[in-house]
């Protein structure tokens, strides 16, 4: 699994937390009593669900130690436990919240219908997953990785698949299926310049490649990357960038 830096990821809070907002806001479960956050990472997520359900017992899991720590000390009446998302299966929760985190599991759509099968009826799942894998943000960083003196050592990492079309999750979870809600969303989030991208990519979709590289390498593999993006995001009128962003959501209800 790669590192993962909460400052880091935590540097654009606004623009990563919407998603999960806009998520939780389709859920229509008024008074739940169990609420787990699935890869919880720093915890911001995690905030949206006990400030939507304060009366819950809400709990959150992730893999990795420095992410669960950070969110801990933001929300220290909650528990934080270590679990991994390709493994993990819920028992009793009322609602199990997925925010950007099934898109790092190989087989994620099976990974997907494998808890929802083990949901209670009544129970929801709520699924987010950023939809870029074939977006210039993604296509730029597997160029700049097969180009440089890095190539054999980076080489494996951009077979990582994408999100599937929508009926791929239709399938796999409508025969168990109360109700099941799907969509995309763009964003188009405005950032100062393509160096803002790197950063923002700096606590995702890069850090496999960055844990590969010592420290020169990794700058110029940055710098390298950098340079394409200036070309897929340009400068627009006032000199500001616009970083669009697709991502699919799910809510499905289990019967």
Same mark, same amino acid.
């Given at each position: 699994?790669?590192? =993962? ?114 949901? /209670? ?28 003196? =890095? ?23 409508? /025969? ?23 950063? =923002? ?10 844990? /590969? ?43």
């Amino acid at each position: 699994m790669p590192s =993962w830096s909460p400052s880091q990821y935590l540097k654009f809070e606004e623009e990563r937390t919407r998603p999960a907002a806009e998520l939780l806001a389709r859920i229509s479960v008024a008074a739940p009593q169990k609420v787990v956050d699935v890869g919880c990472g720093p915890g911001n997520s995690t905030e949206l669900l006990v400030r939507r359900w304060p009366q819950a017992s809400v709990a959150g899991f992730d893999t990795s130690d420095d992410m669960r720590r950070a969110a801990a000390a933001r929300l220290p009446t909650c528990r934080f436990f270590k679990a991994d998302a390709a493994t993990w299966l819920p028992t009793d929760e009322d609602i199990v919240f997925a925010n950007a985190v099934f898109q790092w599991v190989s087989g994620h759509v099976a990974a997907i219908a494998a808890v929802f099968g083990a949901m /209670r009826p009544g129970a929801v799942l709520a699924v987010q997953m950023p939809d870029n894998f074939n977006e210039p943000v993604h296509e730029a960083m597997r160029a700049a990785a097969s180009e440089g003196p =890095w190539s054999k050592t980076l080489q494996d990492l951009s077979t990582r698949e994408g999100v599937a079309p929508a009926g791929a999750y239709y399938d796999a979870l409508a /025969r168990q299926a109360r109700r099941l809600d799907l969509w995309h969303t763009h964003y188009h989030h405005v950032v100062a310049d393509a160096g803002a991208i790197v950063e =923002w990519m700096k606590a995702t979709g890069l850090r496999p490649y960055l844990d /590969r590289l010592p420290g020169a390498a990794a700058d110029e593999f940055l710098d390298a990357y950098r340079r394409r993006l200036e070309s897929a995001y340009p400068p627009r009128a006032n000199g500001a960038t616009i970083f669009t962003a697709p991502r699919f959501f799910l809510v499905a209800d289990r019967a």
